[in-house]
């Protein structure tokens, strides 16, 4: 059978695809209005019948010269002629089908019927023309030439069982006339003996015939199955086509999206800039004195929401091009105490109107780090400020720095804030995605922070873990993998005066 999707699923007949096919569904099947399994029965047996075309004919031409001494040719040839003449017009029905494909199209159940009918007939017409050497060959008197006879028309029902064995109509048509006429042939010696084997002989074709029906019912049941699994690759291909479709359309969407933030980023911060200058000279009176304080303190609330914007605004062109691919890193030489100090002095001053206590912990003997000093301190603030954010008043922070056991450097901020739930873990890493709790409690931010520090970890190939308990806090880690840890005279020659050219510079981070 071809591993092509077999025609009935193609043609939609099979059973639910969610369910495996019961005896219920086969009872449905059989019916021929519902069964185009029987067409691929009979294409089994037809193509059997190419395969073997030679045999038939070879055996009757076999049979005519081994009788003809003792019948003569004048009653063996006409015989001989009609056997081939019969397996001829098979074989051409057989050929002809496969040229003309007629079961491939619509009304197909009328057309069916006709190719079931000349199949059962030629095979019927086959089968008698066997049986008649029982009874035209067999000599008065001479036992041994009977016996020949009826052992050889058996061995050709034999074949014929072989090449029909899943088609039971034309079983019956090919094999049931050729042993009942060797029965009969037996029968009408009226001795004991012949009409024992008769009564065998008829036994066994009605064993034959059951066996044959089981087989039949197990090679539908195979095409059922087959059906059903051609008809689930094709839907599964069909979903994945569409999905791949979706994906595409999501892809440009997001791009779409990415660039339209990262343009209107750049069109808002020109005006914003003006803002900020002209509110804080405003602020300061740089031009001379305000007489109205309240006008003073409008100027510096404007200047404090520019800066938050500002700040939004920087967060998400940072975002933006970290999904286009667009942000990139400048290695440098850097201790990792001076990102960590530089966040704590940003964070001061909101930690010190909430009265949160953030203490610093690092190991002085930590090697230094190749990476980008810009993106490293945007890391520490990120995760500091969530960490001052969300920390209850007198609530406690720890920042800091260890080197881990499989060489790689780690900075962590942890807290005793509420924590975060376990279903959020990995949302909150998520671009614009903010946790239940900030949503509540209507805390500032649109969810960027976490997920500017997971994009700049990833570029350095690092990775950044939480580690949450409700009630308990949180301690996020973020990860630089050992090939940037520089230990030893490796830190001392990048970082030293001995580095006079970039092809040396590429050389050590190769190393590193």
């Known amino acids: 059978m071809s591993d092509d999707v077999s ?3 193609r043609e939609g007949l099979t059973s639910k ?3 495996r096919p019961d005896s219920a569904d086969f009872a449905m099947a059989a019916k021929p209005q519902n069964s185009p399994w029987q067409r691929e029965l009979l294409e089994l047996f037809l193509r059997n019948q190419l395969k073997l075309a030679v045999v038939m004919p070879a055996l009757a031409m076999f049979l005519a010269f081994t009788v003809a001494p003792w019948c003569g040719w004048n009653v063996v040839l006409p015989w001989l002629l009609g056997t081939v003449g019969t397996s001829l017009i098979q074989i051409y029905l057989c050929w002809y089908y496969f040229k003309s494909k007629p079961l491939h199209g619509s009304g197909m159940h009328g057309v069916f019927g006709d190719w ?3 199949a059962t007939a030629t095979e019927f017409m086959q089968g008698l023309f066997w049986v008649l050497p029982l009874f035209l060959f067999t000599p008065e008197g001479v036992h041994q030439h009977g016996t020949f006879l009826i052992a050889t028309v058996l ?3 034999a074949l014929r069982f072989l090449i029909a064995n899943n088609f039971m109509p034309v079983l019956v048509a090919g094999t049931g006339i050729i042993v009942l006429g060797a029965a009969l042939r037996c029968f009408v010696e009226f001795d004991v003996f012949n009409s024992t084997v008769g ?5 066994l074709e009605v064993l034959f015939l059951l066996v044959a029906r089981r087989l039949q019912d197990t090679a539908r049941d195979m095409l059922l199955f087959r059906a059903q699994k051609d008809a689930l690759i094709e839907e599964l291909r069909a979903a994945r086509d569409l999905a791949e479709k979706e994906r595409g359309k999501a892809e440009s969407a997001s791009q779409a999206k990415t660039v339209f933030l990262a343009n209107m980023s750049h069109e808002l911060r020109t005006p914003l800039n003006a803002i900020l200058g002209f509110s804080e000279i405003l602020h300061t009176e740089m031009f001379g004195p305000i007489k109205n304080d309240t006008y003073k303190d409008y100027a510096a609330d404007i200047n404090s929401s520019g800066r938050y914007l500002l700040g939004l605004i920087n967060d998400i062109l940072d975002i933006s091009r970290i999904e286009a691919g667009r942000r990139e890193i400048m290695d440098t030489v850097i201790t990792i105490s001076k990102p960590l100090e530089d966040a704590m002095a940003f964070a001061a001053p909101v930690a010190a109107e909430k009265k949160v ?6 190991d002085p003997e930590l090697p230094r780090l190749r990476g980008d000093s810009r993106s490293i301190q945007q890391v520490a603030i990120n995760l500091l400020t969530n960490a001052v954010k969300f920390t209850p008043e007198g609530g406690q922070i720890e920042i800091g720095a260890k080197r881990v056991s499989n060489g790689a450097l780690q900075i962590f901020v942890k807290d005793n804030g509420p924590g975060i739930p376990p279903q959020e873990l990995k949302s909150v890493l998520m671009s614009f995605t903010r946790g239940r709790r900030s949503t509540d409690k209507a805390i500032d931010g649109v969810g960027l ?4 520090v997971k994009g700049i970890m990833e570029l350095h190939e690092g990775t950044i873990e939480i580690e949450s308990m409700v009630g308990l806090g949180t301690n996020i880690l973020c990860t630089f993998p050992a090939k940037r840890v520089l230990s030893g005279p490796m830190s001392e020659l990048e ?3 001995a580095i006079s050219s970039e092809s040396q510079k590429r050389l050590l981070k190769l190393t590193g």
């Open 7 to 9: 025609p009935l699923a």
């Open 17 to 19: 695809l969610n369910s």
């Open 116 to 118: 079931l009918g000349m």
């Open 155 to 157: 061995a050709v029902a």
């Open 199 to 203: 009564c065998i002989l008829v036994f």
């Open 357 to 362: 206590s953030v203490t610093l912990s690092i």
């Open 449 to 452: 922070g976490l997920a500017i």
């Open 495 to 497: 970082s030293g005066a």
